[in-house]
């Protein structure tokens, strides 16, 4: 049975109390070397074995620095200085033993065995007890004398003081002193608790792409001052008391309570006609690409990640609408949660063995109709979605790192069946297609020769295939990277030619080997004068770089022989064949009458 003693107050303030522990995101889980060299440095000067922070929370005591103390936690009821009530601090037991108050307690009667114990409370500047620090010995003692409980008083008086400099580091974002998204996601905790009405403005003032090309020119310095000068820039336009937030590195924030739609908007151009003009950063004017998210907050959007989320994807959908700013729609979540079901999935796509798969699509030399080589090309079977095609979620995966684990995979499998196919005697060449970044490193070169060794296939029967923007995103690397490649005999295309940049002095320098024209252009051979001139003169001029020039998606007869007339010399298109899975590409080959 409980005796009347073991159960323990609740101290005035409770919720106020327990709501300060909160903020402070100390879980038990935060370990601090300081915190763990305060409680040592007190259990050497007062000589005891055990010496601990205890943190008092709704259920239980944690401990969130210990010495010679093996628990983590115990039942709130059997702390000793919450029991003894807060107005009872510091408290000190010679002998817990035989003190009525405690000697049923569990922490007496068994493990750790307490004797003697002192604690002094940890007090914030309203005077809050958020917990103690506590000295214990498992031998009866005196007393601490007044100079050792003082000493006692100055230590919990420290760890009090790194428990509101952690808790400022983690709500505030150096560069720009604003409070950060996890400030911003307790404040709407809080909103949501009153039940208050608010909107959140998310302001995307730099596109990513953008801030990583300043960072390469300028450097990360530079990036800083920028954000400082963007806060300063956002501060003269919002009205006083109302707070700025930085949300992420790029992302700034404004949580506004009981605001009507049409003040939210107005802000929102006011915003960002304010970025409109060119913010000068150490002397350089730098214009910002900004979009606002306006978000509507309601009970339901409690954690951090889906508010900044949400917030994030309507601000997209106003760049993507060339808007500056739109409101959230439920459409947008849906579509988000798609991505995240496709993105989520992938790296399980790749363990398992029946969801990713290649198919093959032929290309034909237009003077002998050979078959010079296929293109793999990737296709993913969900096991909730079904069918989901590459063009929604390679350029979902090229957004992360994971990007790299397909094209490795990819990699893996087209040389597998490219070695398969070698074995029976059919002599392919198989390009595959390479993301931005896959070659950043030479980590994707390494990985490509060892493939090539492990198969055994020849660099002559791989070829890699590039859009023009991975070329321009970072040209010397790929460059660098390429050159060695195509010197160990890798051949290289680039794809879908005349949809990027096409700056035929910059592409002299690629070293590729073909170069595809897009179907776009391909489409318009019969309807259009231009793209006819176009498709012409990217065939001539490609051949005096001595490129190989395919036509990619070649549907009819005419466009084949257009193509074929003006000297084009590989083709590839469903006039020839669609993608294939490997045995339909083996038959469609051995049915071919002009395959040598
Ligand atoms: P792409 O590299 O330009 O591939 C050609 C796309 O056009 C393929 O679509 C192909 O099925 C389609 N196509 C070929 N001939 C015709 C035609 O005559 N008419 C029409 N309407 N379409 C034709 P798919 O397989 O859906 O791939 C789309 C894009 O996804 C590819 O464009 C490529 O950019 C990307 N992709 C596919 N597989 C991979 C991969 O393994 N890795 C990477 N990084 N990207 C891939
Ligand atoms: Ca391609
Ligand atoms: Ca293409």
Known sequence: MVSEQMIAPYPEHETERQKRVDELYLTSHSQD???????????????????????????????????GLGLEETPR?????????????????SDASVDPRFQHNPLVTGHPGIRFYAGVPLVTEDGLILG?????????????????LTLMQKLAGVV?????????????????GLFNSVRLSDDILRLHERAASSTVILLDAYALQYVKDVVKALGFGFFNDLLIETTRTL????????????????????????????ACEALSVRLLESLKQPILCQGIPIQAQAAIGLLPLHPGIADHSSWLLLGISAADYASSLNECWAWFKPELELAHQRSFLLLGGIAEALRSDDQFRLVYQPKISMTDGRCTGVEALLRWTHPEL???????????AEKTALVHDLTLWVLHKALQQLSEWQASGLDLTVSINISAGDLETPVFAEQLREQMQHFGVKPEALELEFTESVLISNPRAMSEQLQRL???????????????????????????SALKIDKSFVDGLQEHAVDRRLVRTIIDLAHDLGYRVIAEGVETQKDYDLLASWSCDEAQGYLIAKPMPPDALVEWLVQRPDLA
């Open 33 to 67: 070397p300081v915190f763990e060299k305060l409680v040592e440095i007190t259990a050497r000067c007062l000589k005891v074995p055990i010496a601990f922070v205890s943190i008092l929370d709704n259920q239980r005591q944690w401990f969130l620095a210990r010495v």
């Open 77 to 93: 009821n059997q702390s000793f200085c919450f029991y003894a009530g807060p107005q009872q601090l510091p408290l000190q037991v």
């Open 132 to 148: 103690s620090l506590c000295i214990i010995d498992t031998q009866p003692r005196h007393e601490l004398d007044e100079a050792e």
């Open 160 to 176: 009090m003081a790194r428990m509101t400099s952690m808790r400022d580091k983690s709500f505030v974002d150096p560069t720009t």
């Open 235 to 262: 501060h003269q336009i919002l009205p006083r008391g109302i707070g700025l937030y930085k949300a992420s590195p790029t992302r700034f924030a404004i949580l506004l309570e009981d605001t009507s739609r049409q």
């Open 386 to 396: 079904g069918n989901v095609g590459p063009t929604e979620f390679i350029p979902l």
């Open 486 to 512: 195509r010197d160990e005999g890798v051949q290289v295309a680039i794809d879908d030619f005349g949809t990027g940049y096409s700056n035929w002095s910059y592409l002299r320098q690629v070293p590729a």
